[in-house]
RNA sequence: GGGCAGGUUCCAGAGCGGCCAAAUGGGGCGGACUGUAAAUCCGCUGACUACGUCUUCAUAGGUUCGAAUCCUAUCCUGCCCA
């Protein structure tokens, strides 16, 4: 199966210029997509292009993986409804190291291999231009009134909010980028999310007028929920790549709670599964949903990708004791490294040990210890039975904890609904 | 620079002298149900030493027994004109 086939399947094409199915049977063809330095990790947002850079090297062809420390400089105003604010240097440095770290995991950087992927900086480039080369060479080429028909810029035009010029350069930025790879690089296709067509297109306008070349490109669906809801997010926040911002429980868990019929498209999306594999785990899956099959392999596929195998056995276990009913007894025979093991990714909180000898109060111990913002919440959700202590629901706001309630003399197992919290005695 | 409209609690958006900690919707949080889902239903959604008290309606002053509501100045935003 081709690459524009097998992305097809999977339901990972949006838009795709003519002609680019042709090039890419053709030759191997460098290929690359642009990456926003607006965080040291890459979030679970960020996957699909990754994903299309791994399938785009699978199919012989050579991924270049572009880090926006220039584009970051200036925020992609997409279909956004205000201006982003402004990183300043040392930040987006930051960013763009931490991004390429990660970045490095899931591509093959082989050199000896014709494919091999490569890295690039658009500020590389971009910091030698002046403001009056750029205008005079670049800006010469793209009218205006083209820059403006984009939908991508329409909301803002017509938004209450205005576009300040430095955002509306953006398009034509991101253009020069395509120009340069293709100058350089000889890259003829970009990649990116669909939100990202408008700027991909006046790159290869760019390409066309400044160059005489033709380069092309497509683009993948904006993943997003069956209900319209933002895709990536949980209570918590953001969903990281970074084992240190979100813990591969916590992003194994992500995964597992997802919805029935976007389970369906994800496990296309999100794993590398054949065809046959995923229709048949489908057909079965829909027997009976109840047993989540495939949302349980979609977080195995998935965590084992980003975060190895031992990760995910560990995620898995650490699921079954705390989501596993009249677990208190079972919680109480947990050895101390056991109890530990398991909380891992569980947001940790401490408190004097005296004050548990003297008893506390359950108000004040989930205010103090920061799992509730206030002792008015606090006992708002412990009175409409919210809050568990070891596994065990509080009766009401008078309740005291003392050492009587240490697990291994030394932890009290907090819920706040489904989320746990450990507290450790110091 | 001129004219106009406006800045309210997480967001949107009412309120335009006391009945306002501030309608309504959304979101969030919790509960029931359940498949760690969806849908549905219910409760909560400024803080505290909690049947009361305190701090909030861009900022700083002022009028008033009393202001988110009136006045003055300042800052900010959008629209229109130059």
């Known amino acids: 199966m081709n690459l524009i086939d097998e992305l097809r399947w ?45 399938h785009l090297q699978k199919a012989g062809h050579k991924p270049l993986a572009l880090v926006g420390g ?17 990183l300043d240097l040392d930040t987006l440095q930051k960013n763009v190291a931490g991004i390429k ?26 910091q030698h231009i002046t403001f009056l080369d750029f205008i005079r060479d670049t800006g010469k080429h793209i009218t205006v009134n083209y820059m403006m028909a984009k939908d991508s810029v329409k909301k803002r035009i017509e938004g209450d909010n205005g576009m300040s010029f430095t955002e509306f350069t953006y398009q034509l930025i991101q253009g020069y980028d395509f120009y340069h790879l293709y100058t350089a690089k000889n890259c003829k296709l970009q990649m ?10 006046t790159g290869t306008e760019l390409i066309r007028r400044k160059a005489r070349g033709e380069a092309f490109a497509f683009t993948c669906p904006l993943i997003k929920k069956a209900d319209g809801t933002k895709f990536g997010k949980t209570e918590q926040g953001t969903v990281w790549l970074d084992p240190k911002r979100t ?38 899956h829909r027997k009976d949903p109840g ?38 007894e079972l919680l109480l025979s947990l050895s101390e490294s056991d109890l530990i093991d398991v909380m891992d990714g569980v947001p940790q909180f401490e408190v004097p040990r005296t004050d548990l000898e003297a008893g506390k109060d359950i108000v004040s ?15 708002k959700t412990v009175q409409g039975g919210g809050v568990s202590v070891n596994k065990i629901k509080v009766p009401g706001i008078d309740m005291i904890v003392n050492t009587s309630s240490l697990l291994r003399d030394k932890y009290i197992l907090l819920q706040k609904g489904k989320s746990y919290f450990l507290v450790k005695a110091v």
């Open 10 to 54: 999977r339901g990972m094409l949006q838009d795709m210029m003519p002609g680019t199915e042709e090039q890419l049977k053709k030759e191997m063809t460098t290929a690359y997509i642009g990456f926003d330095p607006t965080a040291e990790s890459l979030h679970i947002g960020s996957l699909v292009p990754i994903l299309l850079l791994v």
């Open 70 to 86: 220039a584009t970051g400089m200036v925020g992609d105003p997409s279909f956004k409804a205000e201006e982003r604010k402004m």
């Open 101 to 126: 770290a990660q970045l490095e995991r899931f591509l093959d950087f082989d050199a000896a291999k014709p494919n091999a992927a490569e890295m690039v900086n658009n500020f590389d480039w971009f």
């Open 192 to 201: 990116g999310g669909s939100d990202q067509w408008g700027n991909i297109v």
């Open 247 to 284: 813990s591969p429980y916590a992003f194994y868990q992500f995964w597992l709670r997802t919805t029935d019929v976007d389970a369906e498209s994800y496990i296309k999306i999100f794993t590398f599964m054949e065809q046959p594999e995923v229709e048949a785990l489908i057909e079965e």
């Open 291 to 328: 047993q989540r099959l495939l949302q349980k392999r979609l977080a195995k596929e998935v965590t084992v990708f980003i975060h190895g195998e031992e990760n995910y056995n560990f995620a898995v276990e650490a699921a079954s004791i705390l989501y596993n009913k009249n677990t208190a």
């Open 365 to 379: 111990l989930l205010a103090e210890t920061g799992i509730f913002p206030s002792k008015s919440e606090a006992r």
